[in-house]
């Protein structure tokens, strides 16, 4: 595995939120969202991956290098596909910005099986359509993740372990002590692509001794959240540091996309990378 994979992984497994049916099931669902993608950055084979154990969006981590996109969640009865628009802005050592822009397709059909992308990220000017860099296939049933590279064409696979009671995390009593650093603000709701989506602006600052700046850093992440479709249809990130992005899902449709977004093109090698352990206990 590459030395920068984890770093982006977690990136895509930053994009989170949940409709609030309660305060407490609220807190909960952050900690339960969180630690599944604590634990999924660990073995997560591709960059652009996401975690397919869950069906809320995780975290969402911010501006990197190359920008992953949106979490599309494996849920079934629930056909889409759509266009996810990205807008990066990055601050540059000499204190200037810099802007970049990409697109991403995604689907996901009656099944559950999903299609994500990873395209390079070109300048704003650019017309035409981004080069595309990885792809992500996932099917629910079999558990089988499927990572191409259109550069080489090789399919490398991974299949998810069956889920047990051991892997769930023990979730705190809603007592629990909240981190003093982290504020979250109710944004109400929103109409976005017909859907009505649920906002949540976090707010976490860091100190002054470990936010590299030598004075205390406020980095503000806003999600806008459809219950419907289970997916963030906007998701902002500002850090001071590094900059502003914009992830949005645009041009939604909600039929039944074409089987063939969801198998391997013809020309792939397929690599099976599920650790032998893995291997036995499926």
Do not use: C
């Amino acid at each position: 595995m590459a030395s920068g994979v984890v770093d982006t992984v977690l990136a895509m497994l930053r994009i989170r939120l949940s409709a609030v049916v309660g305060t407490v099931m609220w807190k909960r669902s952050i900690r339960k969202i969180a630690w599944l993608a604590a634990v999924t950055a660990l073995g997560a084979p591709l960059g652009f991956s996401q975690d397919t154990s869950t069906l809320k969006p995780p975290l969402y981590r911010g501006v990197t290098v190359h920008v992953s996109g949106v979490f599309v969640t494996p849920v079934p009865g629930v056909p889409l596909t759509a266009i996810v628009e990205v807008e990066s802005t990055q601050v540059l050592a000499d204190g200037a910005t810099a802007s970049k822009k990409t697109i991403n397709n995604i689907g996901r059909d009656f099944k559950g099986r999903i299609y994500n992308e990873r395209r390079r990220l070109v300048s704003t000017s650019f017309t035409g359509t981004p080069r595309l860099v990885s792809f992500h296939l996932y099917d629910p049933l079999t558990r089988v993740n499927t990572f191409l590279d259109p550069a080489t064409h090789i399919a490398r696979q991974t299949t998810r372990p069956v889920a047990t009671p051991d892997g769930e995390e023990k979730l705190a009593s809603p007592g629990a002590v909240r981190d003093p650093l982290v504020e979250e603000e109710e944004l109400g709701t929103e109409t976005m692509e017909k859907l009505l989506v649920h906002g949540l602006r976090r707010s976490r600052t860091l100190p002054a001794a470990v936010s590299g700046t030598g004075k205390p850093v406020v980095i503000i992440d806003e999600y806008w959240y459809s219950e419907e479709l289970h997916l963030n249809i906007l998701v902002k990130h500002d850090d001071p540091r590094s900059g502003h992005q914009m992830v949005t899902v645009t041009h939604v449709h909600r039929s039944e996309p074409d089987a063939a977004m969801f198998e391997i093109p013809a020309g792939y090698k397929v690599v099976d990378e599920t650790p032998e352990n893995e291997t036995s206990e499926n």
